[in-house]
């Protein structure tokens, strides 16, 4: 079975001119429109190393070339592959893939002969409203054994911690089977391994249940990029659910390679011609909101 954990930072990148628009120029046509209309470059600079690891990854692990790689979209939103139909692997097992931004990074984790959802939570204050008040907000989200577990995690910043990692957990599970929106999330709960999540290493022990069973065949690996930034990857069954226990052959877990932007462009090529109109746009837009601006400002 093969995996692949790959970040970017998308955070510090300040594309130059030509970077910008050889990037444009290197992902569908629809993609790029729909990056285009961001408001903020946060957003559009994230999408669009989303992009680019999604490619990267099809060509360089798949062994598809750059230019026939055909990105789709359920009608959920989850990206799959959809030219060419037929690709071939070493081992014969599928590729499964998935894609999360948030905070700092834009993140893609694939796995071979399982389903996969990844999400990256970056820890942080909310704006408007204190610790409790925001959990307050936040209720239904979570079970009353979540709730348990993130409210007596500590300091306010312990238990935001607590609370994003439960968050990442949840996204991972609900990428992993592609439902997004629809999925009622008490009826996924986490119970976390005691033993401390660090950086530099990857932990397999937290335990998921859903409809109040344990999900033997679901693996969580949970990691943390930095400090700020939590990441859970789902690992499911690709077919029915109970269909086989993966845990005996699975492999040890995969940490997370940061790349750099010419990694994530060093297999590509442009499909499209250059547009500088879309540079002058990118200029014009604002780096985030400005309570974002503020926040980054004061650290
Ligand atoms: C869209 C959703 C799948 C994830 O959104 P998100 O967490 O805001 O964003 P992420 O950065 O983690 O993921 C976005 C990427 O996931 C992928 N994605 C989109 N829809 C998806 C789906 N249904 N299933 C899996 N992956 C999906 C896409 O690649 C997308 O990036 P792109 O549009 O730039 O290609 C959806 O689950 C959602 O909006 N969830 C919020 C529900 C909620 O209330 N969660 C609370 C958890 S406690």
Redesign the pocket.
């Known amino acids: 079975m093969g995996s692949v954990r790959w970040a970017f930072r998308c955070g510090s990148w300040t594309p130059s001119k030509g970077d910008w628009l050889l990037a444009a120029r290197c992902i569908q046509r629809e993609?790029k429109d729909?990056i285009g209309q961001f408001v903020f470059a946060k957003d559009a600079k994230?999408?669009l190393a989303?992009?680019l690891l999604?490619r990267r990854f099809v060509c360089e692990r798949m062994g598809v070339p750059w230019s026939q790689i055909r990105l789709e979209?359920?009608p959920?939103?989850?990206?799959y592959l959809a030219a060419p139909l037929k690709v071939g692997s070493d081992s014969g097992q599928a590729w499964s893939f998935?894609?999360?931004?948030?905070g700092d990074y834009?993140v893609l984790a694939a796995e071979q002969g399982l389903q996969v959802?990844?999400?990256?939570m970056k820890t942080t204050t909310p704006g408007s409203s204190s610790v409790p008040e925001f959990f307050r907000i936040?209720t239904r989200?979570?079970t009353a054994h979540e709730w348990s577990v993130i409210q007596s995690a500590g300091s306010e910043h312990q238990q935001l911690a607590a609370f994003y990692r439960?968050?990442a957990l949840?996204?991972s599970f609900?990428?992993?089977?592609?439902?997004?929106?629809g999925?009622n999330?008490q009826r996924v709960e986490f119970h976390l391994s005691s033993e401390a999540l660090t950086q530099g290493r990857v932990l397999r022990q937290t335990k998921m249940y859903l409809d109040d069973e344990q999900e033997e065949d679901w693996i969580l690996e949970e990691s943390l990029l930095d400090s700020d930034h939590h990441v859970a990857v789902a690992l499911g069954p690709v077919g029915e659910p109970g269909s086989a226990c993966l845990r005996p052959s699975l492999p040890p877990p995969t940490t997370f390679t940061l790349l750099s932007f010419s990694d994530l462009i060093a297999s590509a090529s442009p499909l499209t011609e250059e547009d500088p109109a879309y540079w002058d746009s990118f200029k014009m837009k604002a780096e985030a909101p400005q309570r974002q601006r503020d926040t980054l400002a004061s650290k």
């Open positions: 993609e729909r994230s999408a989303g992009r999604l979209r359920s959920r939103g989850k990206p998935n894609l999360s931004h948030q834009a959802g990844v999400d990256i936040m989200q979570f439960h968050w949840k996204e609900i990428k992993a089977i592609g439902t997004g929106l999925f999330l």
